[in-house]
């Protein structure tokens, strides 16, 4: 018998009625968030309140469309107008090379406010605060500290890829937000999973003798499926994510049979699991068609007739299932062979050291009383904090070998499902923003590292103390950072020379 059951055997105890729960054991199956509930409530409606006020302060500058907006927002006013993207000059629908939903948010707010500005630029900015709300609430559930994760938040609020896309009407915030949300979904579901162990044998249930608990529908793990969903119904990169949840689904599975001693736990978790794991899959699959909604109820769609137009019979439900299938594959070849020369291009071992932003707005002729003047809108990651994760990650990855917490194993997961996939893609396209899914999980290394630096509830009080300070420090200079580049995130109008001083690393800012 291996070293691992003989420490479950030690904690586990059984007697006539069946086991002895201890407390240690008690303890590692209870999980879950702080006990500090309303102080944690009020951390996150300060965060949240303070990353809205941020966002929306001058949300209607610049004017006009900018970047990428001339496409999204003149979707999304299309989808509300014919209930698909629309070619204006040739009066039918359009051929896009994403899926809807993304666009379907930006029209929410054109709805509510008109066409505008602020119309299409305000379901950013909600789904930007609401993922400052997510990534607080999470960081505070993997730390166990009200205080880490509120400092989560307020680096999220104050970095400049994720405030720039949070006021500008593109794809990717939505894409992260959902992302986030179904893996704090995941991470709640795994809570969910090990308290039911745990009530399963306070009930005299002894998993050695190879029982289970209860059956219990895992709402948590339903959820997480509906938005993977909707994620892949913004952008298709979603796909990475939905393969890392399931991987850690496997694997939190298998650890939990094996901390409650189960006899098989690999063979218990794959028959357990695996109907549960296909049952997400086909949520998420059914929650993506409901995206496409627009276009099956839609004849003039691209590719909405393809079978009929190749002279084949279109049967209901399945003869527009197949035009659908024919049209993603030929939007996925475009996305393969993706390779035209973009001047703001990346790839992503620039990303993580912020070398190439992407200009939204650029704007000379402007007027600020000195002899050259500039104002600019720019994709540019508050540079102290970016210069941080690599350091970052490379200490939560000692933690998660040397420790083995899951924790730490599922941040290097998520930070790895948002760049690493694109390594794949040497020759393709790519931008900065693309990063902006894995930046929830670069932050969250941050503070897990901010968190080894301050040491357990139970070091020295001069260690927390010291560690308390230099982890202050580091939020307040990256509070600074962000103010300087304010104006270059904002499009305020300056003096040139001011402008060109925030371009710290030259023409690869330029």
């Known amino acids: 018998m291996n070293a691992a059951v003989d420490h479950n055997e030690s904690e586990l105890r059984s007697d006539r009625t069946g086991p002895v729960v201890t407390e240690e054991l008690r303890a590692r199956l209870r999980g879950g968030a702080p006990p500090d509930r309303r102080r944690g409530w009020i951390a996150v409606l300060l965060v949240a309140g303070f990353a809205a006020a941020l966002r929306l302060i001058g949300l209607t500058h610049p004017k006009g469309l900018i970047f990428d907006e001339i496409y999204y927002a003149q979707d999304a006013r299309q989808l509300l107008e014919h209930g698909i993207e629309w070619n204006v000059d040739a009066d039918t629908g359009a051929y896009v090379a994403h899926p809807p939903f993304g666009k379907w948010c930006i029209a929410l707010g054109e709805w509510l406010f008109g066409y505008n500005e602020f119309g299409w630029r305000i379901s950013s900015v909600v789904a930007g605060v609401v993922s400052v709300i997510l990534v607080t609430m999470l960081a505070r559930r993997l730390t166990g500290s009200t205080v880490l994760g509120a400092t989560a938040g307020l680096l999220m609020s104050m970095d400049g890829l994720h405030f720039v896309l949070s006021r500008t009407a593109l794809l990717d915030i939505f894409l992260m937000v959902f992302l986030l949300a179904a893996f704090y979904c995941i991470v709640l579901d795994r809570d969910f999973q090990r308290r039911r162990w745990l009530r399963a044998m306070e009930s005299g249930i002894d998993p050695r003798n190879g029982f289970r608990p209860p059956l219990a529908v895992p709402w948590w793990r339903i959820a997480s499926g509906v938005l993977c969903g909707l994620a892949m119904g913004v ?29 098989h736990p690999a063979r218990d978790t794959l028959l357990d699991e695996t109907g549960w794991i296909a049952g ?86 402007v007027d600020c009383g000195a002899d050259r003047c500039a104002s600019e809108v720019l994709l540019l990651g508050t540079p102290l904090l970016w210069w941080a994760f690599i350091p970052a990650l490379v200490a939560v990855l000692w933690w998660a070998v040397s420790k083995r917490d899951w924790r730490a194993w599922a941040i290097l997961g998520g930070a790895a499902a948002g760049i690493v996939p694109w390594l794949l893609y040497p020759e393709r396209t790519m931008f900065f923003f693309y990063a902006i899914p894995a930046e929830p999980f670069l932050i969250m290394a941050v503070v897990f590292t901010m ?35 304010w104006p270059l995130y904002t499009g305020q109008i300056m003096p040139y020379d001011d402008w060109h001083s925030r371009i710290w690393l030259g023409s690869n800012w330029i």
């Open 235 to 263: 952008k298709w990169s979603a796909l990475w994510f939905i393969l890392l949840i399931i991987i850690l689904t496997y694997v939190w599975e298998y650890r939990l049979r094996r901390t409650v001693g189960a006899v």
């Open 280 to 365: 997400f899959g086909v949520i998420s699959i059914l929650a993506y068609l409901a995206t496409w909604t627009g276009w099956f109820i839609n004849d003039e769609g691209a590719f909405r007739s393809w079978r009929s137009d190749q002279g084949m019979d279109e049967p209901p439900v399945l003869g527009a299932l197949h035009n659908l299938w024919q049209y993603h594959v030929d939007v996925l070849q475009f996305h393969e062979t993706l390779d035209t020369a973009h001047t703001y291009q990346s790839w992503p071992w620039q990303w993580m050291v912020n070398a190439r932003p992407v200009v939204f707005f650029w704007s000379s002729d």
């Open 451 to 485: 968190g080894m630096i301050i040491g357990p509830r139970g070091a020295s009080p001069e260690r927390r103390l010291s560690g308390a300070l230099i982890c202050a420090g580091f939020v307040v200079l990256i509070a600074l950072c962000f103010a300087y580049f």
